[in-house]
Each structure stands twice: as C-alpha cells, then as structure tokens.
C-alpha cells in the first residue's frame, strides 16, 4: 500500500467536498476540521479517551442499553 502524501489527501478531500451535497455530512466535515484547533492538552485527554473506549469495546468492556438505562434511573432515584 502507498501512503499518500499530505498534498494528495487535501486534493481528494477539496474533490470529495466539492461533489457532496449532503449539508449533515458537510457540516460534520466542517465541525471536525474545526475541533482540530482545540487547546492541545484537551485535544491529547479527548484523544486518550478515545483510544481507551476503543481498547474497551475490543474487549467485551461494554453496557447493554438496559443496563445503561437501570444504572441511570438508579442514580436518578427513578
């Protein structure tokens, strides 16, 4: 597999942006982009904690839904 350089993935993501009409996915794109100016240690813990959820999801660490919903209303008092 050949990486491609920076320059060839700009040019592909202008290409793919010009021809999406989607606004949802166009404003996903744009949101992404902006989020990468955060404050660098926020970006580093956010990109930790993603990392780990992946790390966890690959080994079972996971909550049903009904789970979920039971430790919610628990601590809601519901």
């Known amino acids: 597999m050949i ?3 920076t320059t060839d993935i700009k040019q ?3 290409t793919l942006i010009d021809n999406e009409n989607d ?3 166009l404003e996903a794109i744009r949101t992404l982009l902006v989020k990468t100016g955060l404050d660098p240690v ?4 956010l990109t ?3 990392l780990k ?3 966890d999801i690959k080994a079972g660490r996971v909550f049903t839904r009904e789970e979920i ?3 919610l209303n628990s601590k809601l008092g519901l």
Request: aromatic share 0%; net charge positive; no cysteine.
């Open 69 to 71: 919903e039971k430790k």
């Open 3 to 5: 990486a491609m350089e």
């Open 53 to 55: 959820a992946e790390e």
């Open 23 to 25: 606004l949802r996915v």
């Open 48 to 50: 930790s904690r993603a």
């Open 12 to 14: 592909e993501l202008r």
């Open 42 to 45: 926020l970006k580093e813990k």
